[in-house]
């Protein structure tokens, strides 16, 4: 993320603070989705009883003011994955074999210690802040920067993902109505603004060539998505709406992870 989408992002706030004390009846029947593949579809499968199936089953709402906007975007999002992203994630993942791209998945994720440090800490989830630590002095030094995981497979210590709308949502932040951001995807005024504070807690942020910032950014996006290339299609395959699909996934999904 460039520093001029930083200043939009942040322009966000305002939209934010009006959204939260609005209401609104839903604009569309939600979907359950699940899907057991991916990051960024993990959600449980809603097992229902026969008996239970034809009983009213209570629903999120999801405030949604912009759907006409976040439809277009979705759309948006779909072609620049389908023209752009995946072939160059097909392309990559000809020429580095799939142990390389994971290794190198495990060293960004490594680099990522700052954000999920700071926000397990605001959250004052000390123990987590401990093994988290733990986690980055172990890989960085046994694990060479990263590349392998030996804090996980050696020693069962596992990452545990915080930003910093989490953080807000931790504290009762509600997420306000539902945003598709240009090529970031699906996500929501709260989550949009944590993106900020992530931003500057991330290490690439701080590379004085704004076109390898860019780059290298760039590169760990295609990289993660060599890695699961098929996990979108079939999303997309099993939704009866693909806006809907990915807007109640996410919401779920953020829930989910604010709870834990």
């Not at 210690?113 to 987590?128: E, G, S």
């Not at 970031?184 to 690439?204: E, K, T």
Request: aromatic letters at 12%; hydrophobic letters at 40%.
């Amino acid at each position: 993320m460039s520093r001029t989408a930083v200043s939009i992002l942040a322009s966000l706030f305002f939209l934010f603070f009006c959204s939260v004390s609005l209401h609104a009846e839903p604009s569309a029947d939600n979907y359950n989705i699940s899907s057991d593949q991916g990051q960024q579809f993990n959600l449980s499968d809603n097992e229902i009883s026969p008996k239970e199936e034809f009983e009213e089953q209570p629903v999120d709402t999801v405030f949604d003011p912009l759907s006409g906007y976040n439809r277009v975007m979705t759309v948006v999002n779909d072609k620049l994955y389908f023209w752009a992203l995946k072939p160059l994630a097909r392309g990559l993942a000809w020429i580095i074999p799939k142990k390389g791209r994971l290794a190198i998945n495990r060293c960004f994720r490594n680099l990522m210690f700052p954000v999920r440090f700071v926000n397990n800490l605001l959250q004052l989830k000390i123990k987590r802040v401990g093994i988290e630590s733990a986690r980055f002095g172990v890989n960085t030094t046994i694990g060479i920067l990263g590349f392998s995981d030996p804090a996980k497979n050696w020693l069962g210590l596992k990452a545990y993902d915080e930003d910093f709308g989490q953080t807000m949502g931790h504290y009762g932040l509600g997420g306000g109505f539902h945003l598709v951001l240009p090529v970031f995807g699906p996500s929501n005024v709260r989550d949009a603004i944590g993106m900020v504070p992530d931003f500057f807690l991330n290490p690439l942020s701080y590379i004085d060539d704004n076109l390898l910032e860019t780059g290298i950014k760039a590169f760990e996006e295609i990289n993660y998505t060599s890695l699961h290339i098929g996990e979108y299609e079939s999303f997309k395959n099993d939704a009866l709406d693909l806006y809907e699909a990915l807007r109640d996934a996410y919401e779920q999904n953020r829930k989910k992870k604010i709870k834990e």
